[in-house]
Structures are given as C-alpha cells and as structure tokens.
C-alpha cells in the first residue's frame, strides 16, 4: 500500500510539473539589450537552461549544448541560456559566455525570478517547452553522457 501511494504521489507531481507554463519574459542579454523569451523561442520547442558562472557542472553542460544547437537549430529548436548570477558576479557573464564559447543566446536571470517562479533550485537545471512554453522535460544537474538524455527528450518531442 506504501508503495501504490508512493507511486500515485510521484505521479502527480511529475503532471503537475508537466502542465506548468514558462511566462514571457523581458530579460536583459549579454549585450545589455532588453529581449523578449517568446520573440527568440523555437518554432517547435524551445531548450532553457539555467545556468551560473561559478557552476562547474553548468561548464560541463555548455559545449553539449552547443552542440545541440548546432544540430536542431534548423529543425525549430532554440536553446536559450539563462543565466542565474547575482549582483556580485553577474558582470562575468560576458567573460564567461566568451570563454566557453556560447553560440546560443544568453539571457540575464539576475534575481532568478523564473527559477523560483518553477521552484527550480538545482544548477544546472535544463527545461525543454513547447511552441506555447508548456514545460515537456526538466533536468537537474549535469555529468558526461547526460546529453544523450536530453537529446532523445528533443526528439521524443519532436515526433509528437
């Protein structure tokens, strides 16, 4: 009996995570200009990783992501970077961005307003939304081989 109800609250949740929307924002990018989430989204789906400049596994994730995008950018996903840096690192994040070589666009989550929006606390935390920025896929942290989890949720998604 433990067990079932275990299960059915572990079910619940993981729907209720499912049917959560990301807002539209208006954030500040790496080149101080005011960018709307929705005007730069996917046509299809739309990657949004959460991201710090002191986070050694967010490093790790950001050359697999720029590979990502690299192979669906021309099949209507967008990968969009956000990153979470407070007010006494933020100004790295040009420098940061530079280094790894981001290809993607960066957006400023300064005051992590969207991540706490989604109770989001884990960095690197990886969500993949639909064309309407209904949350499809989340995944927290980050090690080696993790890339080939969340290509096949993009393609998982893609086929539906």
Known sequence: ????????????AFATVQA??????????????RVNLHDIKGDKLTVIDFWTTWCRPCKKAIPQLNKIYKQYKG???QVI???????????KVPTVSKGLQIQYPILID???????????????????????F????????FVPGDEEEIISAIEKQLTK
């Open 20 to 33: 959560q929307t990301i807002k539209n924002y208006t954030l500040q990018n790496i080149e101080n200009q």
């Open 75 to 77: 099949k209507g996903v």
């Open 1 to 12: 009996m433990k067990k079932i109800f275990t299960t059915i609250i572990v079910v619940c």
């Open 110 to 132: 300064m005051n992590s307003e969207i991540m706490n929006a989604h109770n989001f606390s884990t960095f690197p935390t990886l969500v993949i939304v639909d064309e309407t």
């Open 134 to 141: 209904k949350i499809k896929y989340i995944h927290e942290g």
């Open 81 to 91: 970077g956000l990153n979470s840096d407070g007010p006494r690192t933020v100004a």
